[in-house]
């Protein structure tokens, strides 16, 4: 077990994983206690190396929506704003506060990413 310093030690690695979980593995077998330390190099690389945006509030929004099988209206009784819903899946109004707090209580979607929309 070393640590991942590239790409090709990344793939190798992946590959490991990958043959690992296809196998019956036994608790405290050392199969396992593999599974366990690459998952961590792996998820240590994946976090230096591939950097991820957080997305868009509105994308977030629709994302979640179709998630949960909601609704326009659906949406507009969780923010109490009927007419306001196209306005903010089409970009024209920002949410409130009190939008993003129902927003984020409802369908649970994180507050860093609904403020953005503020």
Same mark, same amino acid.
């Given at each position: 077990?070393?640590?991942?310093?590239?790409?090709?030690?990344?793939?190798?690695? +992946? /590959?490991?994983?990958?043959? =690992? @979980?296809?196998?019956?593995? &036994?608790? *405290?077998?050392?199969?396992?206690?593999? +599974? /366990?330390?690459?998952?961590? =190099? @792996?998820?240590?690389?994946? &976090?230096? *190396?591939?950097?991820?945006?957080?997305?868009?509030?509105?994308?977030?929004?629709?994302?979640?929506?179709?998630?949960?099988?909601?609704?326009?209206?659906?949406?507009?009784?969780?923010?109490?704003?009927?007419?306001?819903?196209?306005?903010?899946?089409n970009?024209?109004?920002?949410?409130?506060?009190?939008?993003?707090?129902?927003?984020?209580?409802?369908?649970?979607?994180s507050?860093?990413?609904?403020?953005?929309?503020?």
């Amino acid at each position: 077990m070393k640590p991942i310093k590239n790409e090709v030690d990344y793939e190798i690695s +992946l /590959e490991r994983a990958f043959k =690992l @979980i296809q196998m019956d593995l &036994k608790d *405290n077998s050392n199969e396992l206690d593999e +599974l /366990e330390t690459i998952s961590i =190099l @792996i998820e240590d690389y994946e &976090k230096k *190396n591939y950097i991820m945006e957080a997305p868009d509030p509105v994308e977030a929004i629709k994302f979640r929506m179709e998630q949960m099988n909601l609704s326009k209206k659906d949406l507009s009784e969780i923010l109490g704003y009927k007419s306001r819903v196209p306005e903010i899946l089409n970009r024209k109004r920002k949410l409130s506060l009190e939008m993003i707090s129902k927003l984020n209580e409802k369908l649970g979607i994180s507050l860093d990413i609904l403020i953005k929309a503020y």
